[in-house]
């Protein structure tokens, strides 16, 4: 007969990897936001895998088994409520709407049991202290709450002002504790060469970068392992609208001070269509 | 400082702008900064060609200014 601490310990492994297994095979959701029949399926496989590997008299097979119907009905909850939307409503819950239109809905907050003091502390979570302030609130299955403020409330966006903003693509990181990463390069649309020829503008070696990034205009940003080393910031984009300001002065001067009336015309047009490139570009160059 | 060889130096700043803006449309990876980009380096490209064609022009009239 073993002595217990080796079957504990032996036990402890294989409910550990079994266990594994279990959440590996139910999805990220298991970890992250439990519905009723996760959070219920969670507990009591937890509470199986540590009564098994501690009580030396039960059959570790029964407990095995015990966990293995609890994992798969978790399972098939899941996948059923994938395919059928009235299943998931009634297995995992559904939304509750508890402010429209400014008005709290008394009916449904006493529905599912939530006070009032209960629904303005979730209110002030969200910073929201008025109850005038939010136009539709909706209790989510996981008992959160999620709002939608009137619009005069809403934070200012660029949209709201009618600003053109430039799409920009992730930034990649392409150098990681003085290796190149390859793949966050190629994503990048680069080379090596490329890599090392913007190092070497910025006049820093490979392995004293801790951490390198590419912004969506190709423009490389690196962090160094020596802080006292600066690093000039990329500042392309600005000069570059700096310098098709000037050129655009230069070419209205020009047209001043010249007596040739056809070149007087000649640089007015340019001096327009200058500034109509530093309009389109600006919100490209900007920042 | 003349005039011919004011507008030779507002020549030269065009030429690098042009050439920037091509290393930009090149560079960036949003498609829609890429033709941004590429429109105005054409553009560019035309302002360029007029005072490439000017400086001539001053050149031939007025020879003192030639290489300045």
């Known amino acids: 007969m073993m002595p217990g601490w080796v079957i504990i310990i032996g036990r402890s492994l294989v409910f550990l990897v079994l266990l594994f297994v279990t959440t590996k095979v139910l999805g990220k959701k298991q970890i992250s936001e439990l519905s009723f029949f996760e959070y219920v399926a969670g507990i009591t496989i937890g509470s199986i895998a540590g009564e098994v590997v501690t009580g030396l008299e039960g059959n570790m097979f029964h407990g095995a088994l015990a966990l293995i119907v609890f994992g798969f009905v978790t399972f098939l909850v899941n996948f059923l409520a994938i395919k059928s939307k009235k299943f998931s409503d009634f297995a995992e819950g559904k939304s509750t709407v508890v402010i429209k239109d400014g008005k709290i809905l008394e009916e449904n907050l006493k529905k599912e049991k939530y006070t009032l003091d209960e629904l303005s502390a979730l209110l002030r979570q969200k910073n929201i202290f008025k109850f005038a302030d939010v136009e539709f609130a909706v209790l989510e299955p996981r008992g959160n709450l999620s709002v939608l403020l009137k619009k005069e409330n809403l934070p200012l966006t660029p949209k709201d002002l009618q600003m053109k903003m430039p799409n920009e693509k992730e930034p990649q990181t392409v150098i990681m504790d003085g290796n190149i990463v390859d793949e966050s390069l190629r994503c990048a649309g680069k080379g090596r060469g490329w890599l090392y020829t913007e190092l070497d503008k910025l006049e820093v070696t490979l392995d004293n970068v801790f951490l390198g990034q590419v912004d969506s205009y190709g423009e490389l940003t690196v962090d160094l392992y020596d802080d006292k080393i600066q690093v000039p910031s990329p500042a392309q984009r600005p000069l570059l609208l700096a310098t098709l300001k000037k050129v655009q002065a230069d070419l209205e001067i020009f047209s001043l001070e010249t007596n040739c009336e056809k070149s007087k015309e000649m640089y007015k047009r340019n001096a327009e269509k200058v500034q109509k490139t530093i309009d389109m570009l600006s919100p490209f160059l900007n920042g | ?68």
Not at chain 2, 52 to 59: A, G
Request: hydrophobic fraction near 40%; glycine fraction near 4%.
């Open chain 2, 1 to 68: 400082m003349t005039i011919a060889s004011n507008v030779k130096q507002c020549l030269s700043t065009i030429k690098g702008i042009e050439s920037q803006l091509a290393s930009f449309a090149l560079n960036s990876l949003d498609s829609e900064a890429q033709v941004i980009f590429n429109q105005a380096m054409l553009t560019v490209g035309e302002v360029k060609k007029d005072l490439q064609y000017r400086v001539l022009e001053l050149e031939r009239n007025e020879p003192q200014y030639k290489g300045s």
